[in-house]
């Protein structure tokens, strides 16, 4: 399976792998799953660490390439995606998550119940 992680659910895998549900947690930990952080994930984290809304060491993003997660990197084709959604969330990060979800025919591990309404396969963290 691909899966997609937003932000919170990296964060949690990093920091307090407690907060995730016990099958993300399975899900994250089998080998057979391809896992990827986007490099706008890594992006709003740094940000929230900059406005000192977040700890986390600042080599952070290299913790998740070692464990195994792939980086993926925003391709124009992912905004072409995200133009075309409707403007249900206003989050941009999220928005481009479910661009990003969509365009690579991943899931999506999330909470946020706005994303809900999109056309994205979402796994619950």
């Not at 990093?14 to 399975?26: M, Q, Y």
Request: charged share 20%.
């Amino acid at each position: 399976m691909k899966v997609l992680l937003d932000s919170h659910a990296a964060v949690w895998w990093l920091a307090s792998p407690e907060k995730l549900a016990a099958k993300a947690r399975a899900l994250i930990a089998d080998p057979a799953n391809q896992l990827a952080v986007s490099a706008a994930s890594i992006w709003e984290l740094h940000l929230k660490i900059a406005k000192g809304k977040l700890r986390l060491p600042p080599d952070f993003a290299a913790h998740l390439w070692d464990g195994g997660f792939d980086e993926l990197p925003v391709r124009a084709s992912h905004v072409c995606v995200l133009t075309k959604l409707p403007p249900i969330h206003q989050d941009p990060f999220d928005r481009l998550l479910i661009a990003q979800a969509i365009s690579e025919g991943m899931g999506l591990m999330t909470r946020d119940r706005q994303i809900h309404q999109y056309p994205v396969p979402l796994l619950s963290c």
